[in-house]
């Protein structure tokens, strides 16, 4: 994905540099391309000559476009590698939110619980077994983070398998179980 983004930024960095060419020649004379409207040739050079473009740069037209692809890249956050463990608790955090999220929602009437249920079968599939996974894991953390992560796994997976869609159950309490869950597992997953 980084390399992606990396490619996508030096592109667009080569096309606005070529955007940003001021003069071209034709037929052996200057001509001009002005932004957002028709290019248009201006002839040879009367008495005393044109009047030059105003310089905006050469220095920071060039150094422009990599500054900005490298600020771009700081601030996406990409690493080079993470551990197979960082992966999978970063994507188990965001399953648990989304799960907290499809929960809160189908009790302010935002989604069916046709749908709630739909996803949370999605969310079921996602995360069982990954309590078997996790210790086995290359990276993993130290065991006493793993057993808080396990000690939070466990009630939020069990809010996964039985959610409450019903009206009149305790649908809050599960909320703030898979919410509990979710920030733990980003937090490990360094998000």
């Given at each position: 994905?980084?390399?992606?983004?990396?490619?996508?930024?030096?592109?667009?960095?080569?096309?606005?540099?070529?955007?940003?060419?001021?003069?071209?020649?034709?037929?052996?004379?200057?001509?001009?391309?002005?932004?957002?409207?028709?290019?248009?040739?201006?002839?040879?050079?009367?008495?005393?000559?044109?009047?030059?473009?105003?310089?905006?740069?050469?220095?920071?037209?060039?150094?422009?476009?990599?500054?900005?692809?490298l600020l771009l890249f700081l601030l996406t956050g990409c690493q080079f590698t993470q551990s197979p463990f960082v992966i999978t608790v970063g994507n188990a955090g965001a399953e648990f939110a989304a799960a907290s999220t499809t929960l809160t929602y189908v009790h302010t009437n935002k989604i069916s619980?046709?749908?709630?249920?739909?996803?949370?079968?999605?969310?079921?599939?996602?995360?069982?077994?990954?309590?078997?996974?996790?210790?086995?894991?290359?990276?993993?953390?130290?065991?006493?983070?793993?057993?808080?992560?396990?000690?939070?796994?466990?009630?939020?997976?069990?809010?996964?398998?039985?959610?409450?869609?019903?009206?009149?159950?305790?649908?809050?309490?599960?909320?703030?179980?898979?919410?509990?869950?979710?920030?733990?597992?980003?937090?490990?997953?360094?998000?």
């Open positions: 994905m980084c390399m992606r983004q990396t490619r996508f930024v030096h592109e667009m960095s080569q096309k606005a540099t070529e955007e940003l060419a001021l003069q071209a020649t034709r037929k052996g004379w200057p001509y001009y391309t002005r932004a957002n409207t028709p290019s248009y040739i201006v002839g040879p050079p009367l008495v005393g000559g044109l009047r030059r473009a105003p310089r905006t740069g050469g220095l920071e037209r060039r150094l422009l476009p990599p500054i900005f692809a619980i046709q749908y709630a249920q739909a996803s949370f079968m999605n969310y079921q599939s996602q995360l069982s077994g990954l309590d078997q996974q996790l210790p086995s894991q290359q990276g993993a953390p130290d065991k006493r983070t793993l057993e808080h992560l396990l000690a939070l796994y466990r009630p939020a997976m069990r809010a996964v398998n039985h959610p409450c869609l019903a009206e009149g159950c305790n649908w809050r309490a599960q909320v703030t179980l898979l919410d509990r869950a979710s920030q733990a597992f980003l937090k490990a997953g360094g998000q």
